[in-house]
């Protein structure tokens, strides 16, 4: 079946560091890709998504390119800061029987950003 | 809009007693999905619907559990009788699923349960 494969954490950066967390999924047709971010007691929100091999999504100076021929969606950003210490969670859609509505999510990788 | 919108946001109950879990979806999304989040094992799918109708409970832990959702508005997890592995953040989701571009699913805040 469909399913993610997210980076081991805790990452731990320093403030203003580069990041990538990366994510590969495995999958039937083509699904929707998606990063949420958790921050300490909340829900998780949608941070970026990309609908399409080759698409770009983009948000809060976070990047991440939809990759079909290597399967892969990884998480990206110049520059980070204090604020950006969460857990992030890579998804697909389930289209393997159709539009089901479901997400299929990674694990989830904690960073922890050091000023 | 709102929002998703769970209560009681935090619940701590005794081993044994009922506990009933309830999620307000985003108005006009068509799918509901409950989760759980535990260290141990992370985010889980519990239970989904479409337009008020279970599609998918696979991830339903045992008998205890059961889910509704009586209107398209409204939507509860009970857990009956409650045991302490069941302490954990529950998460209600919601999604409008019909156009392929708009699978994002939006999470309410979770309610955090504690079973002594």
Redesign the interface.
Known sequence: GDSVTQMEGPVTLSEEAFLTINCTYTATGYP?L?W?VQYPG?????LL?A?KADDKGSNKGFEATYRKETTSFHLEKGSVQVSDSAVY?CAL?DRGSG?????I?G??TTLQVKP | DAG?IQSPRHEVTEMGQEVTLRCKPISGH??L?WYRQTMMR??E?LI?F?NNVP??DSGMPEDRFSAKMPNASFSTLKIQPSEPRDSAVY?C?S?Y??E??E????????TRLLVL
């Open positions: 929707s998606f949420y909340e829900g998780l929100q949608l998504k609908t969670f859609s539009n089901t509505g479901k997400l999510f694990q989830g | 998703v068509d799918y999905f992370g985010l799918l989904y479409n599609i998918d998460f989701a999604s699923g019909t392929r571009v699978e994002t699913q939006y999470f309410g805040p979770g």
